[in-house]
C-alpha cells in the first residue's frame, strides 16, 4: 500500500467506519432525524446540518485544491447551510457528505507518493499535500467529535 492510499483509507475511516477511534459521520448520522440535524443547542452556534455542511465544503475545497486551482473560501467559511425542510433534504446532504469524501479518497489514492512532500497545486504559501490531506482528515474528526456531543445534548433534551 502507497502512503497516498493509506491516507486515502484514512480519510474513509471517518465517514465509514472501521476508525481507532470506534467512531464514524456514517453512523453517528444514521439514526439522527432531519429535525434533530438542524435543532439548535446551547452547545454551540451550529447545528449538526450546519457542521456536516462545513465538513463537505472543505471536502471540496481540498478536491480543488489538488486540481490545481485556489478556491475561494468565503466569510461564511462552508457554515452556509441551505435549507433542511424535510426529511429528503436531511438525506441528500448527508449523502453529498459521503460522496464528497469518496471522491476525495479516489483524488488521493492517485497522487504519487512524491509529491505529498510539495507545496499543493498552485496555491502561493500553501503547506504540503501531506499537511493538507492530514488536516482535511483530523478536520472531519474534530468537527464529528462536535456533532457526537450535539447529538447527546438533543437526546437528553427530548427525555
Known amino acids: 500500500m502507497t502512503i497516498s492510499e493509506a491516507i486515502a483509507s484514512h480519510l474513509l475511516d471517518v465517514f465509514f467506519g472501521e476508525s481507532w477511534t470506534d467512531v ?28 456536516l455542511h462545513h465538513i463537505t465544503f472543505y471536502n471540496k475545497v481540498i478536491q480543488q485544491r489538488l ?3 485556489d ?9 452556509d447551510l441551505p435549507p433542511v425542510h424535510n426529511a429528503e433534504d436531511w438525506i441528500w446532504m448527508k449523502t453529498l457528505n ?9 483524488m488521493i489514492r492517485q497522487l504519487p507518493d512524491t509529491v505529498l512532500h510539495q507545496s499543493i497545486g498552485n496555491v502561493p504559501g500553501a503547506s504540503s499535500y501531506y499537511k493538507q490531506l492530514h488536516g482535511v482528515i483530523e478536520h472531519a474528526y474534530y468537527h464529528l ?9 438533543i437526546r437528553k433534551q427530548q427525555q
Do not use: M
Open 67 to 69: 486540481q490545481g486551482t
Open 98 to 106: 459521503l460522496q464528497s469524501a469518496t471522491d476525495l479518497a479516489e
Open 145 to 153: 467529535g462536535q456533532i457526537v456531543i450535539l447529538k447527546n445534548l
Open 71 to 79: 478556491p475561494v473560501i468565503g466569510e461564511a467559511n462552508g457554515f
Open 24 to 51: 464514524w459521520i456514517f453512523h453517528t448520522l444514521e439514526d439522527l432525524d432531519w429535525k434533530e440535524a438542524i435543532q439548535p443547542t446551547a452547545g454551540s452556534p451550529n447545528t449538526i446540518a450546519s457542521l
